[in-house]
C-alpha cells in the first residue's frame, strides 16, 4: 500500500546515489530505473530524462545532480544521478551528503578510471554503503569477469559480489533494485528534535523563484512555516513543498525524517538558497547545522566581456541567475583598458568554465569574450606585505617580490602500462614530482604526481590523451601551495602594454610564450599606416619582438625617369610623415583580434 508523502516510515525510505566517471552509463542506467519502477511510462520516456539542460543531451554529460523518488517493492527509493566529471565534484560531495549508500558505476569495456576512483574515496569518506556495480555488459568488447577482479580488489569484497548489469537493455537492473532495498540502510533521525534538512541543490525558476532541493535529517518541514538558513540567518516562508518523481509533487503533510524533496519560498534573491546549507524551522531552530557546509574553492579564473559593452548590465543579471544553479560560480566586478567593463569569475576547471559561458551565451542571449585562464598566486613582498593575485595585471611590476607560490594538485592518472614513458614525459616537463605508482592489474596502472595547477589548466589533458591514444584518465584535488620561479609577461604593442594579453608563467616558459604570442597578433592586427612594434617584456627587459609592416603609398609611381636624387627625397619625405604618424597614432585591436589570441582550446577536457 502506498503512503501518502509526509507519512512515509523512515525504515521504508531508501537514499542512495550513483556515482561514476564520465561516460560510464550513470543516466542511463538512472533511465531504465524510471521505467521499471513506473515513474515514467514508455510514451513519455526520453534517453537521459534527467538531464533537463540542451547542453547535457547535445555533449552527452550529466552537469547537474537529479533527485527522484522511485517506489519499489512497497518502498521509496530516493536516487541522485550525479555529474562524473572532475570539475563538477562539489555537486557530487553534496549528493553524497543527501544519501546513505552509493551505487558505484564501471564500464565493463573501460573499467575503472580516475574519476572512478576519486568518487570512491568521496563515499568512502562520507561513510556510504558502497555497491560495486559493472554496467554495459552488452558491448561485445565487455571484459566483466576481468574489471570484477579489479574493482573486488579495490572495495575489498568478493568478485560474486559485482553486480553486472546493462543500462541499455535494462539486464540485472530489477536484481540491483532489490539489492539496494535489503543492503542499504535505512535513514536515522530523530522525528521529534528540531528540524534539520540540508540544501544539496538548487534552480532558478523564472515564475516561481528559487527551487531548493532537500534532505532532511532530523524533524519534520511543513507548508506555510517559517523556516531560517543557518549559515545566512535569512527567514522565509514555505509556499510549496512536495517530492520529485520525476516531476514536481506538492506534499501537503509536509516531509519527514530521511525524505527528499524540494520546498519554494518565492525568494527572488539568487544568494539567500546556498547548497550545502542547513534548513531549520524559525519557531524552534536546532542547535547546530549539519557538518560539511564549505564555499566551493575556484581553481581558474578567467575575464568575462560582453563583446557590446551595453550588455553589462545583462551579464551582471545572467551571472546572478547562473549562481544559484551553480553554487561554485564566484565572481567579482573588474575592468580592463582593452576590454572595457566586465567580471573577474572563478571556476572549477577549464569545462565548468566552458560549459559556464557556453550557457550565458545560450540562456540569454550574450556575447562574450574571455581572457585566458589563470589561477590565483599569492606574492609576499619583501616588506612582508602578502597579495592575492587572480588577474595578471594585480601582479606587482616593480622588482621588490620576495616570493611567489603557486597552488598545487595531487593529481591521479590511470592509464595501459605501455605508456609510463609517455606519462612521465608530460608531466617532467610541467614540473611535476612523482610520488608513487601502483599496478591495479598486470596491464593498468596507476601513477600519482604533484602538479602544479597552472600547468594543468591548458593544454594538459589533451597532451595526456594524444600521447596515450585516448586511453589515460586524469584526476586531481587540491594540494596547498609551492614556491615558484614566476614572472608576469606584459605585451606591448607601439609601447603601450596590453592588459588583457598579459600572463603569469614559469621564468623556464616565458620566452615561448612571449614569442608565440607577438607572432598570433601579427597575424590578427591589420595592417596600420605606420609600422608597429608587438613587443613581449618582463618588466622593463624585451624577450621577443615582432613588426606588423606599415602600409605603404607607391610614392615612386608619378617618377619615370630622372635623377636617383629626386626618388629619395619623395621617400625621405614619406618616411618623415610615417614617424610623425606614428607618434600620434595609437593601435585598435579589433575584438576578433581579442577573441581569436584569447581562445583557448579545450575541446579535449569535454570528452574527458
Known amino acids: ?23 560510464h552509463g550513470k ?20 534517453a ?17 545532480s537529479q533527485a527522484v523518488r522511485l517506489p519499489w517493492d512497497g518502498h521509496v527509493l530516493n536516487m541522485i544521478d550525479t555529474p562524473g566529471h572532475v570539475d563538477f ?6 549528493s553524497l551528503q543527501a544519501c546513505e549508500g552509493a551505487i558505484l558505476l564501471v564500464d565493463a569495456a573501460q573499467g575503472i578510471e580516475a574519476q572512478t576512483l576519486a568518487n570512491l574515496y568521496l563515499a568512502m569518506s562520507a561513510d556510504l554503503h558502497i555497491i560495486p556495480v559493472l554496467n554495459k555488459i552488452d558491448l561485445p568488447a565487455a571484459q566483466p569477469e576481468k574489471f570484477a577482479e579489479e574493482l573486488a580488489g579495490l572495495i575489498g569484497c568478493d568478485p560474486s559480489d559485482v553486480l553486472k548489469v546493462s543500462g541499455k537493455t535494462g539486464e540485472g537492473v530489477r536484481e540491483l533494485l532489490d539489492h539496494v532495498v535489503s543492503t542499504v540502510p535505512a535513514p536515522v533521525g530523530d522525528a521529534d528534535a528540531p528540524a534539520r534538512a540540508l540544501i544539496f541543490d538548487s534552480v532558478y525558476d523564472t515564475y516561481r523563484g528559487v527551487v531548493t532541493y532537500v534532505r532532511v535529517v532530523d524533524g519534520h518541514l511543513g507548508k506555510r512555516e517559517r523556516i531560517l538558513m543557518m549559515s545566512t540567518n535569512a527567514t522565509h516562508e514555505t509556499l510549496e513543498i512536495g517530492v520529485i518523481s520525476p516531476e514536481p509533487k506538492p506534499a501537503d503533510l509536509g516531509l519527514g525524517v530521511g525524505e527528499v524533496g524540494y520546498l519554494i519560498t518565492g525568494v527572488k534573491d539568487v544568494r539567500q538558497s546556498r547548497v550545502g546549507d542547513t534548513v531549520t ?31 553589462y548590465p545583462e551579464l551582471r543579471e545572467a551571472l546572478d541567475k547562473l549562481q544559484l544553479n551553480d553554487a561554485a560560480l564566484i565572481y567579482e566586478p573588474e575592468t580592463s583598458a582593452a576590454l572595457g567593463f566586465g567580471f573577474r569569475v572563478g571556476f572549477l576547471g ?19 569574450i574571455s581572457t585566458a585562464p589563470n589561477v590565483v598566486y599569492r606574492v609576499v613582498m619583501e616588506d612582508g606585505k602578502e597579495l592575492d593575485v587572480t588577474n595578471p595585471s594585480e601582479f606587482p611590476s616593480g622588482g621588490k617580490i620576495a616570493q611567489v607560490f603557486e597552488p598545487v594538485t595531487k593529481s591521479t592518472i590511470l592509464a595501459p602500462s605501455e605508456f609510463i614513458g609517455a606519462i612521465m614525459e608530460i608531466c617532467q616537463g610541467r614540473r611535476g614530482q612523482l ?33 596515450t591514444r585516448g586511453y589515460a584518465s586524469l584526476d586531481y584535488e587540491p594540494a596547498g601551495e609551492q614556491e615558484a620561479d614566476l614572472v608576469k609577461v606584459d605585451i606591448l604593442l607601439q609601447g603601450e602594454a596590453v592588459d588583457a594579453f598579459s600572463a603569469i608563467v614559469h621564468k623556464d616558459k616565458a620566452y615561448t610564450y612571449g614569442v608565440d604570442m607577438a607572432k598570433k597578433l601579427r597575424e590578427l592586427i591589420p595592417r596600420q599606416q605606420f609600422e608597429v612594434p608587438i613587443q613581449a617584456a618582463i618588466g622593463a627587459r624585451v624577450i621577443a619582438r615582432e613588426n606588423i609592416r606599415a602600409i605603404r603609398k607607391d610614392v615612386l609611381a608619378k617618377c619615370y625617369g630622372g635623377d636617383i636624387s629626386r626618388k629619395r627625397k619623395l621617400l625621405e619625405k614619406q618616411k618623415e610623415g610615417k614617424k610623425r604618424m606614428k607618434m600620434v597614432g595609437r593601435v585598435e585591436v579589433p575584438q576578433e583580434a581579442f577573441v581569436a589570441a584569447l581562445a583557448t582550446d579545450t575541446s579535449a577536457e569535454k570528452k574527458k
Open 48 to 64: 537521459q530524462y534527467l538531464d533537463r539542460m540542451d547542453i547535457e543531451r547535445e555533449r552527452g554529460i550529466t552537469i547537474k
Open 281 to 311: 524551522a524559525a519557531a524552534k531552530p536546532a542547535g547546530e547545522m549539519l557538518a560539511g557546509y564549505e564555499h566551493p574553492k575556484p581553481m581558474v579564473f578567467s575575464g568575462l566581456y560582453p563583446i557590446d559593452g551595453d550588455e
Open 435 to 467: 610520488l608513487g605508482m601502483d599496478y591495479l592489474s598486470e596491464d593498468r596502472v596507476e601513477i600519482r604526481y604533484t602538479l602544479p595547477l597552472g600547468e594543468i589548466i591548458f593544454d594538459f589533458f589533451d597532451q595526456l590523451k594524444s600521447r
Open 27 to 46: 543516466s542511463t542506467l538512472a533511465d531504465r530505473m524510471l521505467q521499471i519502477t513506473g515513474v515514467v511510462d514508455d510514451r513519455s520516456m526520453r
Open 1 to 23: 500500500m502506498r503512503t501518502q508523502p509526509g507519512q512515509t516510515d523512515p525504515a521504508l525510505i531508501r537514499n542512495f546515489c550513483i556515482i561514476a566517471h564520465i561516460d
Open 89 to 94: 565534484t562539489y555537486e557530487v560531495s553534496r
Open 350 to 368: 577549464l569545462l565548468h568554465m566552458e560549459i559556464v559561458r557556453e550557457r550565458l551565451e545560450r540562456e540569454f542571449g550574450l556575447s562574450l
